[in-house]
């Protein structure tokens, strides 16, 4: 959910914006791998603030140019393991994770109601604290990168 406000000018307008933002991934491993590791199911949760500006750039005919650039503060995030999952004796841990921060890019060319472009997202997660797994054993979720990125075709009505 974000908010901003349009500065509209001849050739080029200028949209600054700020939210709130939310990021869920789920993924199940459960089984085994050809490794002979043993898999389970995670939850990942970010709470974020993202920050940005989308400039457009009217190059004439109707069509503009709009590259977004955006800095996504974060604020919290918790990692759930369903370690249980794996039958060895371990305690399904909830670890909290303080310390991060995002980035996102798009670059989007647009015509009427139609837009093609590109686009990237990138995370850099911190160590998350320790918490107890079972027998006798702590884990925390290990620092982490993600990077993400594709193409969009978009109508818009």
Known sequence: MVAGRDFVGKSVSL?????LGYR????????????GAI?????????????GLTMRIHLGS?????????ADVFIRGTQVSK?????????????????GRGHRASLVLEKDHWAFGAWMHYWDIKDSDVQPIGLGMAGLEPANWTRESGIEFRYRF
Do not use: C, H, M
Not at 24 to 35: A, E, F, Q
Not at 62 to 70: H, I, K, M, Q, S
Not at 83 to 99: A, C, F, M, P, R
């Open 83 to 99: 370690l249980s999952d794996t039958d060895l004796g371990y305690i399904d841990v909830t670890n909290e994770q303080k310390k």
């Open 15 to 19: 949209s600054p914006f700020l939210g």
């Open 39 to 51: 898999g389970y199911r995670r939850e990942s949760n970010y709470l974020y603030a993202p920050i």
């Open 62 to 70: 109707r069509w503009v140019l709009a590259p977004t650039g955006e």
């Open 24 to 35: 869920y991934l789920y993924n199940d491993s459960r089984g085994y791998t050809s490794t």
